[in-house]
């Protein structure tokens, strides 16, 4: 497991990043950096740009009123990025902010929006979006940015999903049993298939979850046959839509995803 830097502020930025390379700020980050946090030339911060790693730089000055960040040395190789698709119908404002920082928190490498029957908030600012993205990765010290993609109708966000993506499908009417079971049914071969070697990483995975107002029937018929779909209740308990990703995410990152659960254990 890496050991994260804290200490330093973390700030992403879009130019390559190498030794002896000098990334200008703009205008929102030299505020922040400068007029916020106070600090001076020579001052420590930590830059990635979800390709090259993160590097070590250092707060420099470029002319009259304008400074940069002097790139010094690496400090964490770039890691490969999960494959784990979120899938959600549209929240407002605030409530969808949270999300996409839980999201990209544990560990969502595409967020992509989806307008089903009951959806109440079909428009969705991706610029915003983005802007969460961004400040959580900053914040928690993650390399690779999730993609954020434009809302789409629910048929076609089921027929863009490739058929070897494994669907988790959390549906408030789904039996109240054992999801960690349910997932970990998941991970064993269907029948004709061989397993998995030992050395293969976690499987492409989605995980959806439907408006406050549920799915409507037809969703929930097509949802149930469709092939590699595994439907789970999160526990006996109604939660709110944002709260709904953070226990989704967990449950499908402890038994299935990136979190270490050996294979054959149901956590």
Same mark, same amino acid.
Not at 175 to 194: F, K, M, N
């Given at each position: 497991m890496p050991?994260?830097?804290?200490?330093? *502020?973390?700030?992403?930025?879009?130019? *390559?990043l190498a030794p002896g390379v000098r990334v200008p700020l703009d205008a929102a980050p030299l505020h922040y950096l400068r007029d916020v946090l106070r600090l001076k030339p020579g001052d420590p911060v930590l830059v990635f740009n979800g390709r090259d790693g993160e590097w070590r730089a250092e707060l420099a000055e470029a002319g009259r009123r304008s400074m940069a960040l002097a790139v010094v040395a690496a400090t964490r190789p770039q890691t490969p990025p999960g494959d784990l698709h979120y899938l959600f119908a549209p929240l407002k404002r605030a409530r969808l902010d949270y999300l996409v920082q839980k999201a990209v928190e544990m560990g969502a490498s595409r967020l992509a929006p989806v307008v089903t029957r009951h959806t109440q908030a079909e428009r969705v600012n991706s610029e915003r979006m983005r802007a969460n993205v961004i400040e959580a990765a900053e914040q928690c010290g993650v390399l690779a940015l999730p993609a954020v993609a434009e809302p789409v109708a629910f048929d076609k966000a089921l027929a863009a999903l490739s058929p070897d993506r494994t669907l988790i499908f959390c549906d408030e009417d789904a039996?109240?049993?054992? =999801?960690?079971?349910?997932?970990?049914?998941?991970?064993? =071969?269907? *029948?004709?298939?061989?397993? *998995?070697?030992?050395?293969?990483?976690?499987? =492409?995975?989605?995980?959806?979850?439907?408006p406050e107002g549920g799915f409507s029937e037809e969703e929930r018929a097509v949802l149930l046959d469709r092939p590699g779909v595994v439907r789970i209740a999160l526990g006996p308990r109604i939660l709110r839509a944002d709260t709904a990703a953070v226990a989704a995410l967990a449950l499908v990152q402890a038994v299935l995803g990136d979190w270490g659960v050996a294979p054959g254990s149901t956590g």
């Open positions: 050991r994260y830097e804290f200490r330093s *502020p973390r700030l992403f930025v879009e130019a *390559p039996p109240v049993a054992d =999801p960690v079971a349910a997932l970990a049914a998941a991970r064993r =071969p269907a *029948p004709g298939e061989s397993a *998995p070697a030992e050395t293969a990483g976690p499987r =492409p995975l989605a995980v959806l979850i439907g």
